[in-house]
């Protein structure tokens, strides 16, 4: 059952999970508002839903600042393109690369449960099919500017403030469904792939460690 924080709890809460994070306080003091500079390593999974393929993406990384006063992690998330084959049934079809940009600085809002923090991501970002190589082929489907609209996606999450294995600050998940808008020029593979890939219930994993 989740517990009504007091205000001093919050506070202790607040600087027990900002010396989790192994940040430096920036400005004021623990019992006064303050900021933290937050970097950590982010290794990215998504899964399209129409076709149950998996991407996993290089490891990137998220910068951003935790704000005590409102509750907050606003950053930049920079996460490299990652490639998955194209499989029906066990045949081989294609290799797809996309890449996830970020658009605009993203937002965590921070609540507690105890000594967890419970960490609530909002973000916009924009999907780029890089390329469709058929098998065997060195022939790019789709050209260089296939991409979506921007769209929000929202990640959940928490850690322990104590500890530094699994579910703490140092190494922790958070995990989101989101609804893919289609995609535009895309050549003569538009139609193909707007057919195939945009559609609700994709799902997002984000690990991040340091």
């Avoid at 992690?73 to 797809?96: C, F, H, Q, Y």
């Avoid at 050209?143 to 921007?150: D, I």
């Avoid at 995609?183 to 460690?209: E, R, S, Y």
């Amino acid at each position: 059952m989740r517990r009504l924080a007091t205000r001093s709890r919050v506070r202790s809460a607040l600087v027990a999970g900002a010396a989790a994070l192994g940040v430096a306080l920036t400005t004021g003091a623990p019992a006064s508002a303050w900021t933290a500079d937050v970097v950590a390593n982010v290794d990215v999974t998504t899964t399209i839903k129409k076709l149950n393929q998996t991407t996993t993406y290089p490891r990137g990384s998220f910068v951003g600042v935790l704000d005590s006063d409102k509750r907050t992690i606003v950053g930049m998330l920079s996460l490299p393109a990652g490639t998955t084959r194209l499989k029906i049934g066990s045949l081989p079809l294609a290799d797809v690369t996309t890449k996830i940009t970020q658009v605009g600085p993203s937002t965590t809002s921070i609540s507690f449960d105890d000594w967890d923090w419970v960490l609530r991501t909002t973000q916009t970002t924009t999907v780029q099919i890089v390329s469709i190589k058929p098998v065997g082929l060195n022939l790019n489907l789709v050209g260089n500017y296939c991409k979506t609209a921007p769209f929000t996606q929202t990640l959940d999450g928490r850690f322990h403030t104590t500890g530094t294995g699994p579910g703490t600050s140092y190494d922790y998940w958070m995990t989101g469904t989101y609804t893919l808008p289609r995609f535009a020029n895309c050549g003569l593979a538009t139609p193909i792939i707007n057919l195939a890939i945009p559609g609700a219930g994709n799902t997002v994993k984000a690990h991040f460690t340091r």
